[in-house]
């Protein structure tokens, strides 16, 4: 603990007497402990088990610990905050440091986290890891995704195979496509495709399970999604993806911030006044991004609502340029985002032609 006099004042400043630099492995882990000094006092490889962690970290309480963020991230930081440290989970892909050491190894990476946790803790661009409560249930919507993917990948095949001589199988939805395509196959692919029609039609079985049992978890654990769903466009799948991926919607003092936070704003790279257009950011959840840039084509299509996102959407579409309608729907995705947050954070009801209305 240090006094430092600022203005005339007397601040007091917590340092940790630990730094901790971790860097995991999947079966071994190496660790160096740091001292207020960046004196390296120990280090030595821990296996990755909560037993080995518990019993190293349980002799080092009140560390300031820094990782990487990965696979086992989530329930290690979970656990050593439990056991009474600081913990720093790192976001290698901002720190180059890291990413493009000359000299990357397993004792590097660790004395590299322990110094910049000493220095300066936003040197490491820190991440916040959900909840383990919401890492189980957002796994039930990524394992759906997995099937759908899955499902997407057959279709394909049969369809490329059939166009691979001369045919071509008639345009249906994903969900009903075994059954009307079963007939069209040619006799001299059917035993080749057939049993892939039988696995695209058992995969849309366990989609549909799974949809049943998201929209039981939505009315049962999150009915806040049911705000959010006011959205024509949005459904449970997109709502409960929102609220686990942000959790709490108090984390962003404005809706804005949202945008950025799942990487829905271009880069930038100025220089002078050279103000180049970038590509966006893609930080943050692209599990997330993706189901709201799906919405976003939703409400811009054929099926869309007349309403403000609609309209802000198709304003961007016919300025004409370059790639105008693929900006058009990152757009609106980016403008969805917010607006779901401002629903959620502030309880209103969704409506639909407000910008309109007050502008008329």
């Given at each position: 603990?240090?006094?430092?006099?600022?203005s005339g004042h007397e601040v007091t400043v917590v340092v940790p007497v630990w730094m901790i630099g971790l860097d995991l492995g999947d079966k071994i882990s190496r660790v160096l402990?740091?001292?207020?000094?960046?004196?390296?006092v120990h280090e030595q490889s821990v296996r990755t088990t909560s037993s080995a962690l518990q019993g190293f970290f349980g002799r080092h309480p009140g560390a300031r610990v820094a990782l990487e963020v990965g696979t086992h991230s989530p329930w290690i930081s979970r656990l050593l905050e439990s056991l009474g440290c600081e913990v720093i989970v790192a976001n290698a892909r901002k720190v180059r440091l890291i990413s493009h050491n000359e000299r990357k190894n397993d004792r590097m990476d660790a004395e590299l986290l322990a110094r910049l946790a000493r220095v300066d803790p936003a040197l490491l661009y820190p991440i916040r890891h959900r909840g383990a409560t919401a890492q189980a249930d957002l796994a039930l919507l990524r394992a759906r995704d997995a099937l759908v993917r899955s499902r997407t990948r057959l279709i394909n095949h049969v369809r490329g195979a059939v166009k691979s001589l001369g045919e071509r199988l008639p345009g249906c939805s994903a969900p009903a496509f075994a059954r009307k395509v079963g007939e069209r196959l040619p006799k001299t692919l059917r035993p080749a495709l057939e049993p892939l029609l039988a696995e695209v039609?058992?995969?849309?079985?366990?989609?549909?399970?799974?949809?049943?049992?998201i929209e039981a978890l939505c009315a049962q654990?999150?009915?806040?999604?049911?705000?959010l769903r006011q959205v024509r466009g949005v459904g449970p799948l997109t709502a409960l993806a929102f609220v686990l991926t942000l959790e709490d919607p108090g984390r962003f003092?404005?809706?804005?911030?949202?945008?950025?936070?799942?990487?829905?704003?271009?880069?930038?790279?100025?220089?002078?006044?050279?103000r180049p257009q970038l590509r966006i950011s893609k930080a943050g959840d692209a599990f997330l991004r993706r189901l709201l840039v799906s919405c976003a084509q939703y409400i811009l299509g054929p099926f869309g609502m007349a309403c403000d996102l609609r309209l802000y959407g198709e304003a961007i579409a016919?300025?004409?340029?370059?790639?105008?309608?693929?900006?058009?729907?990152?757009?609106?995705?980016?403008?969805?985002?917010?607006?779901?947050?401002?629903?959620?954070?502030?309880?209103?009801?969704?409506?639909?032609d407000r910008a309109s209305a007050m502008a008329a």
């Open positions: 603990m240090k006094n430092v006099t600022n402990v740091m001292d207020a000094n960046g004196k390296t039609a058992r995969l849309t079985a366990l989609i549909r399970a799974y949809d049943r049992r654990s999150y009915p806040e999604t049911a705000r003092p404005r809706s804005r911030k949202v945008g950025p936070y799942l990487g829905l704003v271009s880069r930038r790279h100025d220089s002078a006044d050279s016919r300025n004409g340029g370059k790639n105008a309608k693929k900006r058009a729907v990152v757009a609106v995705a980016r403008k969805l985002a917010v607006l779901l947050h401002a629903l959620w954070r502030s309880g209103a009801d969704y409506e639909p």
